[in-house]
């Protein structure tokens, strides 16, 4: 069968590469410390889990909306007017509920990009991000972060890059793969300059310093904000695969009709859970958030005491993007050795970007004897 030249040309996401290569491992009987995937280690919580099955008992199991339920779309304008003071901006009108986070954002550049345009976004970043964009025929343009500025989105050199095929700039902050935040200065500034931003708020709820900033906190009428999140990292629901996106009104509908042809729904029951996740499980995500602080000072102190350079301290998500050039220069090769020789996995740089080579993305979200065992294999490994 002939493939298609996006079929040959889309790069692999490398650390689903490095997961499954140490499963294969698992499975020859080898014990594998997992600090390479960003997905919970906890069960999600119990409220919306029992929410869930009450749905199904009721029948919940049905099409739903395109732009998904009524009610859960209140519940997430209500969530974001009151955890950004947006004093009632966001309508339910304004809000789609999709299939996960990952399907939102080409449910987005699918809406405003025709072939060729270009939307601005950091190096290193997710993975996924350029991808997606040439996915529905658009261009990546890049900004290189840097380290000493706490790999940061800086205002100047997105405003140096921007063309006239510029269509949208895109943030991610508390950021993958760095755990850094942007900063309300400078985030306002980038909404200032009269392009469309696109704010992937994926990690917002799971911030140990300083305050995680919503892009519809700088909204204006000559603004065009599109934030975007979901439920799977602050609410531990990663296999449940919702998320939503709140955007002008004349988004809207050219959303729509591409859910309606490509999802048609999503999940029923799914969100009627995520209400209660929304309202009722205060409590839990805060337990989880302190334990991911704990985890996250752990993983510093011991990456420096082993010998990774940490320059600005992550204070979001759960990710550590530590220097590792003492080590090696080629991120890939180097994560490989560290999973076959020390048994464990860990993210190399340059999935993220060719401006993440030479650094290494350690995740936390697993449980702290789990880390203390991984940093310990590694110290031994490269003593070694």
């Not at 900063?183 to 990690?203: L, Q, T």
């Amino acid at each position: 069968m002939k493939i298609s030249r996006i079929g040959k040309e889309i790069p692999p996401f490398i650390v689903m590469d490095v997961l499954e290569r140490a499963q294969e491992l698992e499975r020859q009987g080898e014990n594998i410390i997992h600090l390479e995937v960003g997905e919970p280690d906890f069960e999600t919580p119990k409220c919306i889990r029992e929410r869930a099955t009450e749905a199904l008992r009721k029948g919940i199991t049905h099409y739903t909306h395109s732009l998904g339920a009524y009610n859960l779309r209140c519940e997430i304008a209500e969530y974001y007017n009151e955890e950004y003071e947006l004093r009632s901006k966001v309508k339910p009108e304004n809000v789609i509920v999709t299939s996960g986070t990952s399907p939102a954002l080409p449910l987005i550049f699918g809406a405003i990009l025709d072939r060729d345009d270009e939307v601005i976004l950091s190096n290193p970043h997710y993975p996924c991000y350029p991808n997606m964009i040439k996915f529905v025929g658009g261009k990546p343009r890049f900004v290189f972060v840097r380290e000493e500025e706490g790999f940061q989105l800086n205002p100047e050199d997105v405003k140096e890059a921007i063309t006239k095929k510029t269509k949208a700039i895109l943030i991610n902050s508390p950021a993958n793969p760095t755990g850094n935040l942007l900063s309300p200065e400078w985030m306002e500034e980038i909404a200032s300059f009269g392009i469309p931003v696109i704010s992937d708020e994926i990690y917002h709820g799971l911030v140990y310093k300083g305050e995680a900033k919503s892009i519809l906190e700088f909204a204006e009428k000559d603004r065009e904000l599109i934030a975007l999140n979901g439920f799977s990292k602050f609410f531990a629901m990663t296999g449940w695969r919702l998320g939503y996106i709140i955007a002008p009104q004349d988004l809207i509908r050219p959303i729509q009709k591409m859910i309606q042809n490509l999802f048609i729904s999503p999940n029923a029951f799914v969100q009627e859970a995520a209400i209660s996740a929304l309202s009722e499980c205060e409590e839990e995500t805060e337990k989880m958030r302190r334990i991911y602080d704990e985890r996250r000072r752990f993983m510093i102190k011991r990456l420096r005491e082993i010998g990774f350079g940490i320059t600005v301290e992550p204070t979001g998500a759960f990710y550590v993007f530590a220097n590792a050039k003492r080590f090696a220069n080629d991120s890939y090769k180097f994560a490989f050795d560290i999973l076959e020789k020390a048994k464990v996995g860990v993210a190399p740089g340059i999935d993220f970007g060719s401006g993440g080579e030479g650094y290494i993305r350690f995740s936390y979200a697993n449980s702290l004897d789990n880390i203390t065992e991984g940093l310990a294999r590694i110290e031994r490994f490269l003593a070694n």
